[in-house]
């Protein structure tokens, strides 16, 4: 009986380190769906700013200072968009440009979140599998 008590008490310990891990990748995967969320606005935010300069219109906006201060500004010319390249980097790129980037920018990231839903996915067939083995050794005369 004291086996069975310790092969639960693995299975328990096995398990939670799964539920710390999923719980870690669900952060993670969290932060590139808001990565993701961010370049689709930056994206519109762009179309915007590049339709109204191609009507000679300009655009108001509020432009960060810094400390979480901003003032108002207007945007007279969108044609070129400085965009991140990462690792620090960033470009000055013609607004259609910007937009191609940002947009394979995104697929890339997509293509990260499934693999992080396919490795939450093992993750939870993993605890799944661990939780009917403890229901198997709690089962009088399975031991």
């Given at each position: 009986?004291?086996?069975?008590?310790?092969?639960?008490r693995n299975?328990?310990?096995?398990?939670?380190?799964?539920?710390?891990q999923a719980?870690?990748?669900?952060q993670?995967?969290?932060m590139?769906q808001?990565?993701?969320t961010?370049c689709?606005q930056?994206?519109?935010?762009?179309?915007e700013?590049k339709t109204?300069?191609t009507e000679g219109?300009?655009?108001e906006t509020?432009?960060?200072v810094g400390?979480?201060s901003?003032?108002?500004?207007?945007?007279?010319?969108?044609?070129?968009?400085i965009?991140?390249l990462?690792a620090g980097f960033?470009?000055?790129?013609?607004?259609?440009?910007?937009?191609?980037t940002?947009n394979?920018?995104?697929?890339?990231?997509?293509?990260?979140?499934?693999?992080?839903n396919a490795?939450l996915t093992?993750?939870?067939?993993?605890?799944?599998?661990l939780e009917s083995?403890?229901a198997r050794l709690?089962q009088?005369?399975?031991?």
């Open positions: 009986m004291a086996e069975v008590s310790e092969d639960i299975l328990a310990a096995r398990h939670q380190e799964f539920q710390r719980e870690a990748l669900r993670q995967m969290n590139v808001a990565s993701i961010s689709d930056t994206i519109v935010t762009i179309n700013l109204a300069s219109r300009t655009a509020m432009v960060p400390f979480g901003f003032v108002h500004a207007e945007i007279k010319n969108a044609d070129k968009v965009v991140d990462g960033s470009a000055e790129k013609p607004a259609d440009e910007a937009i191609e940002l394979r920018r995104k697929e890339q990231l997509k293509k990260i979140l499934e693999q992080m490795s093992n993750y939870v067939q993993g605890m799944q599998a083995e403890a709690q009088p005369g399975q031991a």
